[in-house]
T-cell receptor, first 113, second 113 residues
Framework: QQQVKQSPQSLIVQKGGISIINCAYE??????FPWYQQFPGKGPALLIA?????SEKKEGRFTISFNKSAKQFSLHIMDSQPGDSATYFC????????????FGKGTKLSVIP | DVKVTQSSRYLVKRTGEKVFLECVQD?????MFWYRQDPGLGLRLIYF???????EKGDIPEGYSVSREKKERFSLILESASTNQTSMYLC????????????FGPGTRLTVT
């Protein structure tokens, strides 16, 4: 089974701080790396995604950093806000012919005032 | 906006009952997915479908079956519900070329007693 390992399982950050969530993968065929955000009572929703031809992608306060040689990618949330409190999932898929996303186990982020 | 709806938000069933979970998407997506979400285990793929009447097993298909008679509708069936199938069930859909963004429904919290 292809795996994506996500850490930490839970994270508490002060308002205004930087939240960092890390993921590592094994399958070198993975070529699409999305992050999903899930609020309580809701389904996950795509937050930001990256392909391995770039090392970083930024959208507002959210940045994905990608290290192809280390087979790792991470989500950075700058100036974290209480409204960012949610569960975050990293995921990966392999090629246009792949139907499946392989998800990490999730990180529960709590941003405290 | 893409909308994925699930027939029930909460469902309580008895052990041995046959359970139907319904999912409808309104964006003419070819691909549809059923996941279960459990604390500490993340999202695990049960079944997916890439076309009407087509289905493929995911990572944890045991105890489940699916039906896709129309493009917009994907049903998950628990033939004989058991207590270990108590979980949050999430449906998702995605357009081709696959392996990309998935759009999730709000989930069905199933309790089997």
């Amino acid at each position: 089974q292809q795996q994506v390992k996500q850490s930490p399982q839970s994270l508490i950050v002060q308002k205004g701080g930087i939240s960092i969530i890390n993921c590592a993968y094994e399958n070198t065929a993975f070529d699409y790396f999305p992050w999903y955000q899930q609020f309580p009572g809701k389904g996950p929703a795509l937050l930001i995604a990256i392909r391995p031809d770039v090392s970083e992608k930024k959208e507002g306060r959210f940045t994905i950093s990608f290290n192809k040689s280390a087979k790792q990618f991470s989500l950075h949330i700058m100036d974290s806000q209480p409204g960012d409190s949610a569960t975050y999932f990293c995921a990966a898929s392999a090629g246009a012919g792949s139907y499946q996303l392989t998800f990490g186990k999730g990180t529960k982020l709590s941003v405290i005032p | 906006d893409v909308k994925v709806t699930q027939s029930s938000r909460y469902l309580v069933k008895r052990t041995g009952e046959k359970v139907f979970l319904e999912c409808v998407q309104d964006m003419d997506h070819e691909n549809m997915f059923w996941y279960r979400q459990d604390p500490g285990l993340g999202l695990r793929l049960i079944y997916f479908s890439y076309d009407v009447k087509m289905k493929e097993k995911g990572d944890i298909p045991e105890g489940y079956s699916v039906s896709r008679e129309k493009k917009e509708r994907f049903s998950l069936i628990l033939e004989s519900a058991s207590t270990n199938q108590t979980s949050m069930y999430l449906c998702a859909s995605s357009p081709p070329p696959t392996g990309g963004e998935q759009y999730f429904g709000p989930g069905t919290r199933l309790t089997v007693t």
